[in-house]
């Protein structure tokens, strides 16, 4: 079974309007990180927003936000007032374990394209 | 630029040919990964350095493929006798201790073998 699911292979917004991203995630683990990551046409990866598994609140950075469902197993991404520059890839991806676990890699979904139109 | 650096940034190569790649981690950093990530696809894990410990290896890091990272600061990857289907980018990052557990990433080294 895959570790991180996004359902949505492309997504479509206007300008100024807010978008969500889908993620959900499986793992037998009591301690896991989330994290979202933009990969534009450049290729390099760019951190966006982190959740624990532990942290009671949704995560916010900025336009992004975290919409933690940890009975659902999910994680989706909100972006608000999107922007021409949000066009990009978008990946979820889960640390199990720890956050000083020894191994602490990330499991990556397969993305969705989100692209923003004027 | 303190970030993560790769190098080469794109390789064309003939099938059969070896590769190598190069991953400048950020200095304070002594953790190391390297992924590929092939197109439509999230990037897969292949190794895990800390330190100059290779401490993980997945299943795709065929033997053909090997890392070092001997002094525990830059990393290489090299890719023997390349074929078609190892055409793909690959991605470094590193961590430091602490924090939540975020890798930062290179830019990535694209292979194209022909």
Redesign the interface.
């Known amino acids: 079974a895959q570790k991180i699911t996004q359902t949505q292979p492309g997504m479509f917004v206007q300008e100024k309007e807010a978008v969500t991203l889908d993620c959900t995630y499986d793992t037998s683990d009591q301690s896991y990180g989330l994290f979202w990551y933009k990969q534009p046409s450049s290729g390099e990866m760019i951190f966006l927003i982190y959740q624990g598994s532990y942290d009671e609140q949704n995560a916010t950075e900025g336009r992004y936000s975290l919409n933690f469902q940890k009975a659902r197993k999910s994680a989706n991404l909100v972006i608000s007032a999107s922007q021409l520059g949000d066009s990009a890839m978008y990946f979820c991806a889960m640390r199990e374990g720890g956050r000083n676990s020894g191994y602490s890699t990330l499991t990556f979904g397969k993305g969705t394209m989100l692209l923003v139109s004027p | 630029d303190t970030g993560v650096s790769q190098n080469p940034r794109h390789k064309i190569t003939k099938r059969g040919q070896n590769v190598t790649f190069r991953c400048d981690p950020i200095s304070e950093h002594n ?1 190391l ?1 390297w992924y590929r990530q092939t197109l ?6 292949l190794t ?1 350095f ?1 330190n100059e410990a290779q ?2 290896k997945s299943r795709l890091l065929s033997d053909r493929f090997s890392a070092e990272r001997p002094k525990g600061s830059f990393s290489t990857l090299e890719i023997q006798r390349t074929e078609q289907g190892d055409s793909a ?1 690959y ?1 470094c ?1 590193s ?1 430091g ?12 080294s ?1 292979l194209t073998v022909l």
């Open positions: 953790r990964y439509g696809q999230g990037p897969e894990f895990y800390q401490l993980e980018m991605l990052a961590r201790q602490g924090g939540t557990g975020e890798l930062f990433f290179g830019e990535g694209r």
